[in-house]
DNA sequence: TGTATGTGAGACAAGTATGTCTCATAAAAT
DNA sequence: ATTTTATGAGACATACTTGTCTCACATACA
């Protein structure tokens, strides 16, 4: 299956697509129901993927791709701390279908995407730039990193949720997200 | 199976704190696993529990009835407002590994709990407070009630984690979790 | 047009989870 | 002490999932 007809094409990004909306909502579907959702029969799903983790693991690479794809205009940008985090939401908000893959996943996401180097640079940078916002004194020094981190990312997955459920639109949750990040939920004194 | 012997009492029990320890780690744990991190024949297990289905609502409603009894005091203290959040969360906290539970099987646990009247009580009773909150100018009067409540939720899930996680104290997400909740990450002004 | 190739449908085997049932044993209840 | 009841072990049938394979058909490609 080497992809250089329109048909295998477009059956595997149609696998794709189904798995990335299924998985999350319901981690343990059979492949029989990830089939029927993309609307390609069974047997073709494994013509493309050998088995259930194959199709998990081109997922998690797909999705990592776009992520990165996603940040790439920040490479230019030469953005520091809460600058960096800021700008991160905004490009990462319209992904957020991905990012959720990538949690619900997380287990074997890590164990498959410690080898992309892309990975590491990635935490890397994104501990960097919380560490350097504490230092702007942008983040308190009292707050341990890895909590910062588990906020930042629960946000953004809270605010892509309720988005999807059209309570508010992309420019609204990010605008939520990011004052309640800094802020928190008072006003300001 | 009427809970008369001894014995059936501590083979549920011994079940119920089984899947509530497993479930959440590895929520594909067959019956036979559980059945063993329990000590228990499987057959005892149906004996219990008519199916899966039937076990996993019983822990929910096991758990939901400990963080109904956690919040009992707040009946006696009147309060209102950001003052009853701050106890609410100091009060819930200690359940982190009996209530992880709840937020893995969110989906079943929704369906199954909102038969329950407790269940749209306590919803209403969040609602009131951070609407009281906005009142008192505790909390933004631009920030959708409706988005608050998610981040508190959401903050509380992932404070619950962190100490699930053995990353930090009971006291110590308590505090994580109200500063980043009110005040945002960044340092008082 | 003719050839190559991807696809759908379905048969098939193997493995595993579910749920039921029986029987001997051990423990609790009285 | 006697009766009642829960348990463990394991057999058993059923259903579902996985992964492989074949064959007729349709579509892309050259």
């Given at each position: 299956m080497l992809l250089r007809d329109k048909r295998a094409v477009k059956s595997r990004s149609a696998l794709i697509e189904a798995g990335l909306a299924e998985l999350p909502v319901?981690?343990?579907?059979s492949l029989t129901e990830i089939a029927e959702i993309a609307g390609i029969g069974r047997a073709t799903l494994y013509r493309h993927f050998a088995s259930r983790e194959a199709l998990v693991e081109e997922i998690l690479a797909v999705s990592f791709d776009d992520l990165v794809n996603a940040l790439m205009p920040m490479e230019n940008e030469n953005l520091r701390g809460k600058k960096a985090m800021l700008r991160a939401v905004e490009l990462m908000m319209p992904l957020a279908n991905k990012l959720r893959f990538l949690s619900t996943f997380w287990v074997e996401g890590e164990r498959v995407l410690s080898k992309d180097p892309r990975y590491a640079m990635m935490e890397n940078e994104t501990i960097l730039a919380i560490e350097q916002a504490k230092q702007d004194g942008?983040?308190?020094?009292?707050?341990?990193t890895r909590w910062v981190m588990n906020t930042y990312d629960m946000l953004i997955f809270t605010a892509w949720d309720m988005n999807a459920r059209g309570e508010a639109s992309i420019e609204e949750v990010t605008r939520l997200l990011t004052t309640t990040f800094f802020e928190g939920v008072s006003p300001k004194s």
């Open positions: 319901n981690p343990t579907a942008d983040i308190r020094n009292d707050m341990p």
